[in-house]
């Protein structure tokens, strides 16, 4: 198993630019979830999607789009970045079952908006 | 708004002496608590789960503690190695998605 794998590791955009976070895992999960790490904080939740067909706003939503595009993929759009979008963006997948709901992580996407 | 907060932003021990993070919560509806441990340039590792249903869990080298009473988790590392060297978060879930709403991290140095 990949867990959840994320693409691209790093981008560099300049404000007004597009572009989409990919994230895909392998767990058949449910619930996926995407967030934002600002330097020494803990991380926000943007948007989640507790099941495939359905997407809900978190806590930090402003200019930011999702697609569950399927069980496995979750993607965050951003349609026309801003410095305040320069972030780490990280993906994650819920278990649900008799050992507990942990959420799995991915690597993380690297975003500096210029 | 309610939040998870830490204690401490910085904690050095030496190694093989025990750790203990500490972690405030707010919200008192919250019934599930997670410690994530993240490496630079990684992404939070699960560590150590508690319900609000127990006081305690353990691990293997980790323990929490939930104190419902004061809004209250600690995680405790035996043993602290080298390794353990990591920023740590506390982290709690609730309502029907299950969202994780985490603190600000502790940054833990283990000392040789």
Redesign the interface.
């Known amino acids: 198993n990949a867990g959840?794998t994320q693409t691209p590791k790093f981008q560099v955009l300049k404000t007004g630019q597009s572009m989409t976070l990919q994230c895909a895992q392998d767990m058949n999960h449910n619930?996926m979830?995407w967030?934002r790490q600002d330097p020494?904080?803990?991380?926000?939740?943007i948007y989640?999607s507790?099941s495939e067909g359905t997407t809900?706003k978190?806590?930090v939503p402003n200019g930011y789009n999702v697609s569950r595009l399927n069980k496995r993929e979750f993607s965050l759009r951003l349609e026309s970045a801003a410095p305040s979008q320069t972030s780490v963006y990280?993906c994650a997948s819920?278990y649900?079952g008799s050992l507990?709901?942990?959420?799995?992580?991915?690597?993380?996407t690297r975003l500096l908006v210029l | 708004g309610e939040s998870?907060g830490l204690h401490l932003p910085t904690l050095s021990v030496q190694e093989g002496d025990n750790s203990i993070i500490n972690c405030a919560y707010s919200n008192s509806a919250s019934d599930?608590f997670?410690w994530?441990k993240q490496e630079s340039?990684?992404?939070?590792?699960?560590i150590i789960?508690i319900r609000s249903n127990m006081d305690k869990r353990q691990g293997q080298r980790v323990t929490v503690l939930l104190n419902k009473t004061v809004k209250h988790l600690s995680l405790q590392i035996a043993a602290t190695q080298p390794g353990d060297s990591a920023v740590y978060?506390c982290?709690e879930?609730r309502g029907?998605?299950?969202?994780?709403?985490?603190?600000?991290?502790t940054q833990l140095t283990v000392l040789p």
């Not at chain 1, 020494?40 to 939740?45: C, D, E, I």
């Not at chain 2, 340039?41 to 699960?46: E, M, R």
Request: neutral net charge; glycine residues 20%; hydrophobic residues 30%.
């Open positions: 959840v619930s979830y967030y020494g904080m803990g991380l926000r939740l989640y507790a809900d978190g806590e990280f819920r649900q507990g709901e942990t959420q799995y992580f991915g690597p993380g | 998870v599930y997670i994530y340039g990684k992404g939070p590792q699960f789960d978060f982290a879930s029907s998605a299950r969202q994780l709403t985490f603190g600000s991290g």
